[in-house]
């Protein structure tokens, strides 16, 4: 069983639609995909009318979050919630609120680059979002089109990263919070990349500690932003904490190099997970 849980769609910043994606997770040999658009449930109906045979789908979503420390440090974290009601009112107005401020944000990183000369617009930079979950790969794409850096990745690196000055911070949701929230709302959260220092800091494991007493079910241990000592490390807090460790991608199309199905989960471990209880089930041949 080939397993990947969690990918992006235009529903936020991926390349291909909900369709396109469960397509593409089909061709790529996968039997059970996950879609998680950031902070949103929107491309979940396309993706189960669009389910090929033979292909399981998982509905979930990557919740922003942040975790602020005693010492007033704020860092930036993902939490999948899996197989969460989204239509929770509590939930889904939290998710509202992340997507307006994504907006905000976004309009006020491009006027940024605008005063320093960069052909881009507000007005395209949304419609390629497209109504969807605005990030900062649209942005990138945008600077991409105008010709200014060869591709999203080069775009992140000069000008769109948390240590460039044209970053603007997103509101994110307080990750105990947001814990709490989703499993109130029947969802199984996960911690996505939590040793991905590459895209800037990381929270320690004893906050991690603290997010498994606070209802945390699993962390990613295979995902393209860890390294071999990051799978390691996040395989051994797993077990310590009695979390699952999970396996993933983050297939975002071609806003990033890296192709659906390059880290997998292990079929014991989306077992597991899918045992637990939570208000949805994955839809498909090999659900159980
Ligand atoms: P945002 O959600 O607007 O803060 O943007 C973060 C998103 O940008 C992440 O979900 C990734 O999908 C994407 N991202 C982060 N770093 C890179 C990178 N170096 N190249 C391409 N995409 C990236
Ligand atoms: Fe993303
Ligand atoms: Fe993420
Ligand atoms: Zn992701």
Redesign the pocket.
């Known amino acids: 069983m080939r397993i990947d849980l969690h990918t992006?769609s235009t529903a936020?910043?991926g390349t291909d639609s909900p369709a396109e994606l469960v397509r593409a997770a089909a061709a790529a040999g996968l039997d059970v995909v996950a879609i998680t658009d950031?902070d949103t449930t929107a491309g979940w109906s396309e993706a189960l009318t669009a389910r090929p045979p033979g292909l399981t789908v998982v509905r979930g979503v990557?919740f922003?979050c942040v975790h602020h420390g005693s010492d007033g440090r704020r860092t930036?974290l993902?939490l999948l919630a899996y197989l969460v009601d989204g239509d929770d009112p509590a939930i889904e107005a939290e998710w509202r609120r992340l997507r307006d401020g994504?907006r905000a944000?976004?309009r006020v990183m491009v006027e940024r680059l605008v005063e320093d000369g960069y052909p881009i617009t507000w007005q395209q930079v949304s419609e390629l979002a497209g109504g969807g979950?605005?990030?900062?790969?649209h942005i990138?794409r945008a600077l991409v089109a105008a010709g200014v850096v060869p591709d999203?990745?080069s775009?992140?690196?000069e000008l769109?990263?948390s240590r460039r000055r044209y970053y603007e911070r997103?509101p994110d949701s307080d990750v105990f919070d947001a814990i709490r929230l989703v499993r109130a709302a029947g969802g199984l959260p996960v911690f996505a990349h939590p040793l991905a220092h590459r895209?800037g800091p990381v929270v320690d494991d004893d906050v991690v500690g603290a997010m498994a007493d606070a209802g945390l079910v699993g962390l990613e241990v295979e995902h393209p932003d860890h390294d071999i000592h990051d799978r390691l490390h996040a395989a051994g807090l797993a077990r310590e904490l009695g979390l699952l460790g999970t396996g993933s991608s983050?297939y975002?199309g071609t806003?990033?190099p890296t192709p659906i199905g390059v880290c997998l989960t292990d079929p014991e471990v989306y077992e597991q997970l899918v045992a637990l209880p939570a208000a949805l089930q994955p839809v498909g041949d090999t659900a159980p």
């Open positions: 992006h936020s910043d950031h990557e922003s930036s993902h994504r944000r976004g979950s605005v990030g900062r790969p990138g999203v990745s775009a992140f690196d769109l990263s997103k895209r983050d975002h806003n990033k």
